[in-house]
């Protein structure tokens, strides 16, 4: 089943503009990450933040997590036609002996040149 | 360090038939967990190994099994394919140290397996 709901399902901006995707999940997590999917291949984990975090940073990648709304926010900067890709989030159910990640069905991000 | 290798990278199989995807982990990796990618229900956890036992497992019919050795390369298998097994498979390792957090998971290229 689905755990993290990504918004928008696609998003289409210019080279040099900033792209924004938020996630909404459903149970307490203990961490919550992103993932880059680059047309059909293997996901490329771009960052983990954990549950008493709300803010990391990662070169042009900034991501926020807000427990209480149960939501995330990945913010790229300055993007690049290399940017273009799906990208996911992804969480670990909190309290449980689970050991998988929920996906959500990703943000279609494409970038033009 | 090498990246999660999966192999093959494509494979057509006809209804009916089985198959056996292989993964091989990052070295020192002792988890390994597989997902299926279809566009229709997005990704979806299979199963996790580590320490050559099955840990978890997802909501997949019996058909679906894996196994990992005692060098953490896991094998899956799907029996009697289905034309809805028509997907990416990907594979996953991470070293997992604490029962139930998920720690960050390296996945490989996938497999992408057409069933006609």
């Known amino acids: 089943s689905q755990q993290g709901e990504e918004d928008p399902q696609a998003l289409s901006i210019q080279e040099g503009e900033n792209a924004t995707m938020n996630c909404s999940y459903k149970t307490s997590i203990n961490n919550l990450q992103w993932y880059r999917q680059n047309s059909g291949r293997g996901l490329v984990h771009l960052i983990l933040i954990r549950s008493n975090e709300r803010e990391k940073h990662s070169g042009r990648l900034r991501v926020t997590l807000d427990t209480s709304k149960k939501s995330s926010s990945l913010l790229i900067t300055a993007s690049r036609a290399a940017d273009t890709a799906s990208y996911f989030c992804?969480?670990?159910?909190?309290?449980?002996?689970?050991?998988?990640?929920?996906f959500g069905k990703g943000t279609k991000l494409s970038v033009k040149p | 360090k090498a990246g999660v290798t999966q192999t093959p990278r494509y494979l057509i199989k006809t209804r009916g038939q089985q198959v056996t995807l292989s993964c091989s982990p990052i070295?020192?990796?002792?988890?390994v967990s597989w997902y299926q990618q279809t566009p229709g229900q997005g990704l979806q956890f299979l199963f996790e190994?580590?320490?050559?036992?099955?840990?978890n497992k997802g909501n997949f019919p019996g058909r679906f099994s894996g196994r990992q050795f005692s060098n953490s390369r896991s094998e899956m298998n799907v029996s009697t394919l289905e034309l809805g097994d028509s997907a990416l498979y990907l594979c996953?390792?991470?070293?997992?140290?604490?029962?139930?957090?998920?720690?960050?998971?390296?996945f490989g290229p996938g497999t992408r397996l057409l069933v006609l």
């Open positions: 996953a390792s991470s070293l997992r140290y604490t029962v139930g957090v998920v720690e960050t998971q390296y």
């Open positions: 190994y580590f320490s050559e036992t099955q840990r």
């Open positions: 992804a969480t670990d159910e909190a309290g449980g002996s689970q050991g998988n990640l929920i």
């Open positions: 070295s020192g990796h002792r988890s």
